[in-house]
């Protein structure tokens, strides 16, 4: 696609500034009404949804004209997808596919960000996004993991970049791992030879780097036989799941998040949690789990002349309510001990962690400020912890943390079910 190729859309936007707001039918007071954090920390009509809409279809009838204040909308957005599911509660139009297009096409004419010009060469040069040297697979040494460029498995864990170089996110790696293996799971991991999954590539506009990323990955999988994949990290999900169906590489892999498969693992009996977590608990969903986990729709038509933005056959939408919200509930509710309170902006309209879209490495103030945003409603729960299940967040919520100065507490959803095993 490109950025012409939604001008109908870019066209639609009627400013009536739906894309900034949880919908007023579910707004349950003033606070933590917002539902996306460029508007909300900026507050200037630009920074929305459908701000950007409209610069993108001013661009389309007249021209790209690239501005230093332009590139400061562009680069500060998360990508998070809320503006376009909150818009799309009463419409029918792509507010996040022609963003992320306009993302794209700055990316095409040079007009890059250096912090995310410097990620990329870091993932063309060492294959990870996170600056990740030496062995990809050293986490796992004496843990007696299958090697699945080796040995032939039911099921290849994707382990992460992140996860699988972060010292203080290694945990995870090695908690996942342990949990599959009480199960009696028949399980391996690449290891050394993992690669990115191309996922934040996409989010900070580098197409082509991301379908590179993504055809090492299927390549490697076809070839070991593997059938099906779990990751731990949302954004892989994401990347897995429904980026790499909508370029026709996924075929019939089959994707599954932790949360998916342990919730599975708990229901067949397989996984027992028996010991109790005596923890007050909020969740957080994660953007690229939540709402843009939802699978990809594959859609081919025309539109029909006239005014009206009426296509044949019908368009169906995305609209993020079938993305990945129950699972990671049963398995926390599932754990003896553990109080659950939801917070107010829940499953498809919830806060972003700030991590997203290239503002973690462009822009870290303003992806802390919006993690701190998120501790604020955590926090007035009444819960004790902050569970989650994407490492991006929960690294994210951690440094938001240390600055304010709360107590909260973050767990990933897998140190909780470690806990209870």
């Known amino acids: 696609m490109s950025l012409e190729q939604y001008a109908g859309d870019l066209a639609m936007c009627c400013r009536c500034s739906a894309c900034k707001f949880v919908p007023m039918q579910k707004v349950k007071g003033t606070d933590f009404s917002y539902v996306c954090p460029s508007i909300s920390r900026y507050n200037f009509h630009a920074y929305s949804g459908g701000g950007r809409v ?8 007249n021209g790209m004209n ?6 400061h909308v562009v680069y500060n957005c998360q990508l998070c997808g809320a503006c376009d599911t909150s818009c799309k509660y009463a419409m029918d139009m792509e507010v996040l596919e022609p963003i992320t297009e306009f ?28 600056g990740g040297l030496g062995k990809r697979g050293a986490w796992a040494a004496g843990l007696g993991i299958k ?10 864990f994707h382990v992460g970049c992140l ?19 009480k199960a009696g799971v028949d399980f391996g991991i690449f290891g050394d030879a993992e690669t990115c999954c191309g996922g934040r590539a996409y989010q900070m506009g580098y197409k082509d780097d991301f379908l590179a990323q993504a055809k090492k990955n299927m390549a490697m999988i076809k070839k070991a036989g593997v059938k099906t994949l779990v990751t731990g990290c949302a954004d892989g999900y994401q990347a897995f799941k429904v980026l790499y169906d909508k370029f026709d590489l996924k075929g019939d892999l089959e994707v599954l ?5 342990i919730a599975k693992l708990v229901k067949s009996g397989k996984l027992k949690l028996k010991k109790k977590v005596d923890l007050s608990v909020t969740y957080h969903d994660p953007c690229r789990l939540g709402r843009q986990g939802e699978p990809w729709i594959h859609w081919s038509g025309k539109k029909i002349p006239g005014d009206r ?4 056959p ?4 995305r609209r993020g309510i079938y993305g990945v919200y129950e699972p990671p509930r049963d398995v926390i509710k599932a754990i003896p001990g553990i109080k659950f309170t939801e917070m107010t902006r829940i499953k498809e309209y919830s806060w972003c962690c700030g991590a997203g879209g290239g503002v973690n490495e462009s822009n870290p103030d303003f992806a802390t400020w919006t993690a701190q945003k998120r501790i604020e409603e955590a926090v007035a729960t009444g819960a004790e912890a902050l569970v989650t299940t994407c490492p991006w967040c929960e690294k994210t919520f951690n440094e938001a943390i240390k600055q304010s100065g709360s107590s909260l507490k973050v767990y990933d959803i897998v140190e909780l079910v470690e806990k209870a095993l």
């Open 147 to 156: 090697d699945a460029t080796k040995e032939k498995v039911d099921v290849l």
């Open 314 to 317: 019908p368009k169906e939408y």
């Open 163 to 181: 996860t699988s170089f972060d010292p203080e996110m290694q945990k995870l790696a090695k908690t996942t791992a342990k949990i599959l293996q």
């Open 103 to 130: 993302r794209m096409k700055c990316i095409e004419d040079g007009k890059t960000n250096p912090a995310l010009e410097k990620a990329i060469a870091g993932l063309r040069k060492t294959g990870n996004m996170v």
């Open 309 to 312: 933005f009426v296509f044949d």
């Open 54 to 61: 409209n610069i993108g279809n001013q661009a389309v009838k």
């Open 66 to 71: 690239y501005t230093d204040r332009l590139l």
């Open 257 to 261: 998040h932790i949360s998916e498969y």
